[in-house]
């Protein structure tokens, strides 16, 4: 009986080009809009064997536009690069796929899912160019903040000595700040930027503003490398409030 062997996994023929195309349809069909972006790999001779736990395979054979393959070690694949992306891209526990190129070996376009991102060498058949695509690691939420409203208490400067405040280390408008002289202190203009400024800088900790109707400075909002609120008697004019980011 022929058998071919794909990367680690032994498994029977694949089917006709036909019947490939009508489940790259589905795949397309099923999850296309929710697909995220996959990195290709630049490197040749490499590619992402199945996981220690096994090939991936759906529980339901056809979901995510799949095509299992037979045999010792059932896997998904799909029919080219677009359905994979497709497919993998709304399946999590898809974290990449391997293809055989369009105009190389016995099974040109096919696609097999893989349950692991771990790229590493692999010697392929000499008629056979593969490539090999990662799912791109989705960002970080933003982090949250807590707000804290407590008369005549702030959050004074620390960052690594007592009265040294928060400036970015590498340049004065990163984080998009703006920077009080002489003293060097980092601000923003409201609430919402200094959550976007603080939050993407993991040396800040806290920030803590001048509400829009008070004081001389309105909307200034003071970034903190430490979240320890203490009393700190403010001008009777103006109304401080203070945000500390959620760890």
Known sequence: KATVSVLNCTSSPSPPLHTRSMFAALALAASAAAA???NKVAEDQVSI???ASGCLVPANATDHGCRVVSGNEQQCWWDGVAAAEAGCGGWGACKAFVCVTATSGRFPNMCLARGTADVVPFE???TEVWEVYTKATEAAPAPSFTEIKK???GIRCGQSGPNEC???AENATQH???IITPVKECWWNGVEAAKAG???WDEC???MCVTAASGKFPNMCLARGNADVVPFPHDAAEVWVMYTKDM
């Open 205 to 207: 900790k806290a920030f």
């Open 166 to 168: 928060l400036v970015p």
């Open 36 to 38: 995220p972006a996959f």
């Open 151 to 153: 008369e005549n208490y």
């Open 124 to 126: 392929h058949d000499a």
């Open 198 to 200: 603080c939050g993407g």
């Open 176 to 178: 998009g700040c703006n």
């Open 49 to 51: 064997k199945c996981a």
